[in-house]
């Protein structure tokens, strides 16, 4: 049976390299990444992680245990509909339903606004959310019957509403790349924790700190590199059977951090 293990480096703001992320993204050359251990494949020199292929520091590329996968940071595109009820019979009420379908579940979360007039309906939408505290407001504003409606950076929604009104996609949602600041929390704590504590004695268990005892920053959003090192096959006699180790690693760097080998 494989021995599975996860590594993390956290690479912060402040660290001591030179290069810095650009407009463009971020883009490393082969000396630039020696302080990460790791060397740039020849044909990717020219345009570093931008190709998101980065071998370690054996060399070049040869197998998939050589090879660093980047999901740079970007952020989000607030997705922005149009809804027409201009074409609804006037003494019909108007509703629409918002839908976050974001995580893909089978429960969606979901709330209807229900109200006699476009402006109205707009009212009730604007600055409104769909779980009460998730902190994801959806903006709203009628303009002769054409209500616009935006949702939060990083979700993806559907909207119901009446037979008669026009649905429009003017602006498609786009979910960010690498991890936002809460994202980047939320990874790293899960992975601290995920095996568990043992506590036989009955005393308090005191989780680490992500912040002052992880390096994690506040408010600072993550490129991520991920890589999987699978051991040579090996074989347990004890049990009489193949297996191999397995070992996730992945290196966060902070999107404002420079990167160098001086």
Known sequence: ?????????????????????????????????????????????????????????????????????????????????TVTTTAVAAAEELFVTLIDVTNGRQQFPRRTFRAATAAALAT???????????????????????????????????????????????????????????????????KVTKAGRTNRVGFPIVEPNVYSDLGLAVGINYDVLTKQVVSAVKFDKNVGASYQDVEHVTILIADAATVTNS
């Open 1 to 81: 049976m494989a021995n599975t293990k996860d590594t993390i480096f956290i690479v912060p703001a402040g660290a001591a390299l030179d290069e810095a992320k650009n407009a463009a993204g971020r883009t490393i050359t082969a000396d630039e990444i020696t302080a990460l251990g790791m060397t740039l494949a020849t044909a990717d020199n020219a345009t570093g992680f931008a190709t998101g292929n980065v071998a370690d520091s054996t060399g070049a590329i040869s197998t998939q245990d050589d090879v660093y996968t980047l999901d740079a940071y970007a952020a989000a595109t607030a997705g922005v509909y």
């Open 124 to 190: 009730l939408i604007n600055g409104a959310e769909l779980e009460a505290g998730d902190g994801k407001a959806y903006a709203a504003a009628n303009a002769t019957g054409v209500i616009t409606i935006t949702f939060p950076a990083g979700v993806i929604a559907k909207i119901a509403t009446n037979e008669d009104s026009v649905v429009a996609e003017t602006t498609a949602p786009v979910l960010n790349t690498g991890l936002t600041a809460a994202q980047a929390v939320e990874f790293v704590g899960n």
